[in-house]
């Protein structure tokens, strides 16, 4: 009985031993998660590089008028950008 025992406890570590451990709860590998996002946020990624590269110069300026409303937008426009600056506060670019 004792032998049963002992031979039970060492096949059971060496299939916990060589399992590769990939099973169950774990997430899947970093390179695959970020392969994918949602249709929204891809959309807003392409219409922010849209806008910065089709915004005439009075379009800009209009953007900048309004952004310069708000004092934390202003200072973020001086820092990052109008484009980023606006639409953090305000969403999407609507040209």
């Known amino acids: 009985m004792k032998t049963l025992a002992v031979l039970l406890l060492c096949s059971l570590a060496v299939i916990c ?3 590769d451990g990939t ?35 009075a379009q800009l300026e ?13 200072n973020m426009m001086d820092t990052h950008g109008i484009i980023a600056a606006y639409t953090s506060y305000y969403g999407p670019v609507p040209y």
């Open 23 to 57: 099973t169950g709860s774990q997430p899947d590998s970093p390179a695959q998660e970020g392969l994918f996002v949602e249709r929204e946020q891809a959309s807003a990624v392409v219409r922010q590089k849209r806008a910065a590269a089709e915004l005439s110069l």
């Open 62 to 74: 209009s953007l900048k008028e309004v952004c310069e409303a708000n004092l934390d937008c202003e």
């Open 17 to 19: 031993l060589t399992s």
